[in-house]
């Protein structure tokens, strides 16, 4: 059985040392394709070794269309002043730069010349970091990266950075960034964790069963992880294994979705556990989430509220002071995108 998602497990080399701590995140700033580039050329004529100056640089066209600037997607605001250089009357939406070419094309290289001045910075993308250094050195760093896939007029289409790394050849150089843990970081090494984190936000809990397993830390180690399908979408499945039979991973729940008529998701996981949920909670375990947003951390949320009132015979008002508390004591740590 093949997943219907893609994700990537992507392990980089590095040239220089690395320093970074467990809940890090990769700061990585995509690439717009050479194809795309080559047709932005040919469709406005443009010279592509011509040096244009835009607020931040002064590069050449193709350096900007390839590295800089954002040419996917553009905000409303932006296609609004494209039609006000070109004098199309376009509607009230986001396009992409090839698109609005191509249905609403420049009148030559001078008037594109204006369009590429108004084109926004590129931005990177986050991805957590899912290697310790403790276990895996200081010249290598792992991501996991989903592919996001979104349908325009029934044509499948990828996220931009994760299409970019789905397509990353052995050997091929990567820039990047580390962006501090922060907030997400791993308590005393005796302290207890509860780590929930379905899908990629597996990333950087494996991070952390790889940092305290390498340094022996003594507290003990949860993990609920969700997907859609066993077979196929279980990330990791061989290492979190070991991981219960040496005994780094206490416990393992796992929830996936479309392997039931009902579908079970990780706070469904977390309900059914409520009693022991709480009572490490009460013996200063820290908790965990990564990963999607809405719903899933918004469920989540809701479902430790109700076994903290449920289990700890609290009101609706304590059981939000008291998960409250364990936020500003860092005892409670969201990662979700
Ligand atoms: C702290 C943090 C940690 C993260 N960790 C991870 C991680 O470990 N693993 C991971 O996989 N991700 C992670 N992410 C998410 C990641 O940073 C990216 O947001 C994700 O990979 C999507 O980026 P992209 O460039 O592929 O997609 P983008 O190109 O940015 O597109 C994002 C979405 O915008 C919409 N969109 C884009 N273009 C169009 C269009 N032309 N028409 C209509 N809609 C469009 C689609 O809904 C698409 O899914 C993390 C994010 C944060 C903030």
């Known amino acids: 059985m093949t997943s219907e998602k893609e994700t990537y497990h992507i392990e980089i080399e590095t040239e220089e040392t690395l320093s970074y701590q467990p809940g890090a995140a990769l700061g ?25 100056q835009t ?12 590295k800089h600037l954002n040419i996917s997607y553009l905000l409303k605001s932006v296609v609004a002043q494209y039609a006000k250089i070109t004098g199309h009357s376009i509607p009230d939406v986001r396009l992409g730069l090839l698109d609005l070419l191509r249905i609403y094309p420049v009148k030559g ?33 792992h991501i996991t990266v989903a592919k996001s896939e979104f349908f325009i007029d029934d044509q499948k289409q990828n996220g931009l950075c994760s299409g970019y790394l789905s397509q990353f050849k052995e050997g091929e150089e990567l820039e990047f960034y580390i962006q501090d843990a922060g907030h997400f970081k791993l308590p005393e090494p005796e302290k207890d964790i509860i780590m929930i984190g379905p899908g990629t936000g597996i990333a950087p809990f494996r991070s952390f069963l790889w940092e305290r397993d390498a340094t022996g830390a003594e507290g003990r180690n ?33 929830a996936f979705s479309r392997d039931t008529v009902e579908k079970i998701y990780v706070q469904h996981k977390l309900k059914q556990k409520a009693q022991e949920v709480f009572y490490w909670l009460e013996g200063g375990a820290s908790v965990y989430v990564c990963g999607t947003k809405d719903p899933m951390s918004r469920d989540v949320e809701e479902t430790l509220l109700d076994i903290i009132q449920d289990e700890g015979r609290r009101s609706r008002t304590e059981a939000v002071s008291y998960l409250e508390e364990m936020e500003l004591s860092g005892r409670y740590a969201k990662d979700v995108y």
């Open 55 to 66: 607020t931040k640089l002064t590069a050449s066209v193709q350096e900007l269309l390839h």
């Open 109 to 141: 290289p001078d008037e594109f010349e204006q369009v590429i001045k108004i084109l926004t910075g590129q931005s990177p993308r986050l991805y957590s970091v899912s290697s310790s250094l403790e276990a895996h050195g200081d010249t290598e760093i």
């Open 28 to 52: 990585i700033m995509p690439f717009n394709s050479q194809e795309a580039v080559d047709e932005i050329i040919r469709l406005t004529g443009i010279n592509s070794q011509k040096q244009i």
């Open 222 to 254: 949860w993990l609920f992880f969700g997907d859609r399908n066993f077979i196929s979408d279980f990330l990791y499945q061989s290492e979190l294994i070991d991981f219960l039979k040496t005994g780094t991973l206490t416990h393992l729940d796992t």
